[in-house]
């Protein structure tokens, strides 16, 4: 049964609800009260209030990881009161989420010794629900922080959110999952908890931030509410690029792949189910510098198997430009290991993901008329699509023409970035072979 109990600590009103509730004892010792740890945590954390809008539920939900656990009708409303955490009480940085922020660069903090300022806001990531907000303040206290990449499932944590907007409401639970996306959006990745309170924070027993919640399920007669949190250490790194850049700079590998199917597993002798076959290098990339060929057999990446193409998208997403990514790979009977280093996803080129995530696993360019016979003047060549990737899935194909992007003419690979830029669903416009249609990606 829960239980609710009222604490007051420094004027903020908390309540505590123990959702999948801790036990009395652990291996005969009676577990202390978590009051304590809950009353430093909540020291670091502050109100943000922003101006009300209308909110988009589908930009960070409609895809088929969050699909498999509820429809768009049961995510929970957002109002104009959010929480953040201080994670740097120096030059006074919070780390909240970027739908709290969205559509402004202001927002009205409010500390838990109830003084009000004006935060900036610094830099917002709308892929991984990340945002950095600055206020100028003294005596700040900042959270501390844990290693998100120990936690285990069965771990115990306790989540901290505002669902509304009046009280902070703390909820324990149980690590249920460490999930990680492999499909639409590669470098999302969570951890799966009952502690679902929505937006906040996510700590372990010993008041040291995990994770950042993101999401949470509607509880139903037959289930419990399930909460999303990015874990701490791939929030707090984007946030360092939100800092440094504006913008996270996520590695890229440029190269092109496909799984590895049991024909030509055969073909290349190999005996590891899966893996992923690289079918093109970009010429002059740190891929190729590196040593990567086509026909290499990727068949793993760190201490990660790679089972299929998506496997190896999905880790690379996860990395940023600079780092360098351990490859096992088959080549002609051998296993060799190569050292890439990762480039920025940010750069100019036509590899498709490159351009838009939505685009994974095509690659694009100017309509050249010497080398494609077409009647349509302007617009971007789809030279390549990889079957199985996501442009693929998103009903993209091989010499299709882009003529238009969200409504607005599309006539070369510049005007295409400029119209898509900033957007997370796209609606092209396509000219196939004497026919043309409507995709819309999302």
Known sequence: MKSLIALCYLGWLVSLTANAALPLAVEGQPLPSLAPMIERVQTAVVRISVPARVQSRRDRFDDPFFRRFFDQRRIQATDSFHLGVVIDADNGLILTNEHSVRGTNTAAVTLSDGRELEGRVVGSDLASDVAILEIDAKDLSAIPVGDSSLMRVGDFVVSIGDPLGEQNTVVTGVISALAQRNSLQPHRKFIQSDAAVGSGILVDLDGKLVGLNTAKTAQTASSSRIGFSTPVNMALRIGEHLVKYGAPQRGFLAVQVQDLTPDLARAFDIKQLGGAVITNVIAGSSAEQAG???????????????????????????????????????????????????????????????????????????????????????????????????????????????????????????????????????????????????????
């Open 292 to 442: 990567l060929t086509p026909g290499d057999v990727i068949l793993a990446a760190g201490s990660q198997t790679i089972y299929r193409g998506n496997d190896l998208r999905s880790l690379v997403g996860q990395q940023f430009a600079g780092d360098t990514l351990e490859l096992t790979v088959a080549r002609q009977g051998q296993r060799v290991t190569l050292s890439p280093i990762l480039e920025s996803s940010t750069k100019p080129s036509n590899t498709g993901s490159m351009v838009h995530h939505q685009l994974d696993g095509a690659t694009l360019g100017n309509i050249d008329a010497r080398q494609v016979s077409t009647s349509v003047g302007e617009g971007v060549l789809v030279r390549n699509v990889e079957r199985g990737s996501v442009a693929w899935e998103h009903g993209v194909r091989t010499n299709d023409i882009i003529v238009s992007a969200n409504r607005k003419p599309v006539r070369d690979m510049d005007s295409f970035r400029k119209a898509i830029q900033g957007k997370e669903v796209l609606m092209l416009n396509i000219v196939r072979g004497n026919g043309a249609l409507f995709l819309l990606l999302q």
